[in-house]
């Protein structure tokens, strides 16, 4: 067995966000130990991953490295994932949002699901699940996203690929409502909505779907999910690159008048 493979990954990915913050601030492993009052040795297992560093220790390195919470975010998400509701974490980030920006590259965005394909989504995603369930998490769903659209804040700008809406993810009524719905906030004003051109290449966005957000008070936060949970990174760098991959996204899109003519065709097409 390798060495890589000895170690455990959660481990060398905190090892590297270590490194990262560390040479970010200027210091030397040896000025950091000295300020931790640990020896250099064992700063450089902690970077190269091979061994676990404690929280209380994490909240030391966060400080000494002006990472602003950041390693602390890092440590819980990559030791604890299972205690941190980053569903409700999401909600929470964009109700105190004054803009997010979001593309989705297979489905339509949760904010902006009727609730049929809501329920289409969440069940062909988790098979099993059972109906009370699927009926009890579009609710949630809906709840969130009336909270969020019912105020004026925060400007929802989103890229939808032409894929979300052209496959067809449920029966054509189903599609049809929710091609409706999209039409809907967009002609309302509430969310500047863009589809993405089936066909063009090269397509900055074919590495996945991303939100960014961001509050006034608050670093701006980049969001990926997968089927299990979502991960949110607020590192300065990964989040400027995903605002140029939206730029590039938005740069190449429909017009907000071509997106809602593509609606409307789509509607009819879904008429059966």
């Not at 970077?47 to 400080?63: H, T, Y």
């Not at 090269?202 to 089927?227: N, R, Y």
């Amino acid at each position: 067995m390798t060495e890589a493979m000895e170690k455990d990954i959660s481990d060398v990915r905190m090892g590297r966000a270590l490194s990262r913050y560390r040479k970010g601030t200027g210091l030397t492993q040896e000025q950091l130990a000295r300020r931790l009052k640990i020896s250099k040795g064992l700063v450089s297992l902690f970077e190269l991953g091979k061994r676990k560093v404690s929280a209380p220790l994490i909240a030391e390195l966060d400080k000494h490295l002006r990472a602003e919470g950041r390693l602390i975010r890092v440590h819980k998400d990559l030791y604890a994932p299972d205690e941190v509701d980053w569903l409700g974490q999401l909600a929470q980030h964009q109700m105190e949002a004054e803009l997010i920006r979001e593309y989705q590259r297979l489905h339509v965005p949760g904010n902006l699901q009727s609730p049929s394909y809501a329920a289409a989504i969440i069940s062909s995603g988790a098979p099993w699940f059972p109906p009370d369930e699927v009926d009890e998490r579009v609710g949630t769903r809906r709840e969130r996203a009336q909270r969020l659209l019912e105020c004026p804040t925060p400007h929802y700008h989103v890229v939808l690929d032409d894929a979300a809406v052209r496959r067809p993810l449920a029966k054509p009524e189903v599609m049809r409502e929710q091609c409706a719905t999209l039409l809907e906030k967009l002609e309302s004003g509430r969310v500047l909505l863009q589809m993405y051109e089936w066909g063009q290449y090269p397509h900055p966005g074919v590495d996945g779907s991303f939100a960014l957000i961001a509050a006034p008070a608050a670093p701006e936060v980049l969001h990926v999910e997968s089927v299990l949970r979502g991960q949110t990174s607020d590192d300065p760098s990964t989040v400027r690159r995903y605002g140029m991959l939206f730029s590039r996204l938005q740069a190449a899109a429909r017009t907000p008048a071509a997106s809602a003519d593509l609606l409307r065709r789509l509607i009819e097409e879904y008429t059966v």
